[in-house]
């Protein structure tokens, strides 16, 4: 599986945008997806996790209720809906495959990573 991130840049506090991952490979449907962040000077951590299928999602707890990953398996796609953006949510957004259906946190659980898109919030 191959994973393309778009969708980042430079947004006002308070505003939003909406990440996209394409991915290329028939296994798609079948694996959890997942998006993780890494500000500057931090380690890269889990912001959200959808199942294969959509039906079960988590959110870490600095992101929950600005944020909302869905899916579109027909499309290979997944999506990152950010609002209400903070200056704290600058960072590097990368998209991920794992290795299970399910929603897994852990970076470990992951197979296959995109090559990120920077998302910079100016306060």
């Known amino acids: 599986v191959q994973l393309q991130a778009s969708g980042g840049g430079l947004v006002q506090a308070g505003g939003s945008l909406r990440l996209s991952c394409g991915a290329s490979?028939?296994?798609?449907?079948?694996?959890?997806m997942g998006w993780f962040r890494q500000a500057p000077g931090k380690e890269r951590e889990f912001a959200a996790g959808?199942?294969?299928?959509?039906?079960?999602?988590l959110y870490a707890d600095s992101v929950k209720g600005r944020v909302t990953i869905s899916r579109d398996n027909a499309r290979n796609t997944v999506y990152l809906q950010m609002n209400s953006l903070k200056s704290e949510d600058t960072a590097v957004y990368y998209c991920?495959?794992?290795?299970?259906?399910?929603?897994?946190?852990?970076?470990?659980?992951?197979?296959?990573w995109g090559q990120g898109t920077l998302v910079t919030v100016s306060s």
């Open positions: 991920a495959a794992a290795r299970v259906p399910g929603v897994v946190t852990s970076a470990d659980d992951y197979e296959y």
């Open positions: 490979g028939r296994t798609f449907s079948i694996r959890g």
């Open positions: 959808i199942s294969r299928a959509g039906a079960s999602t």
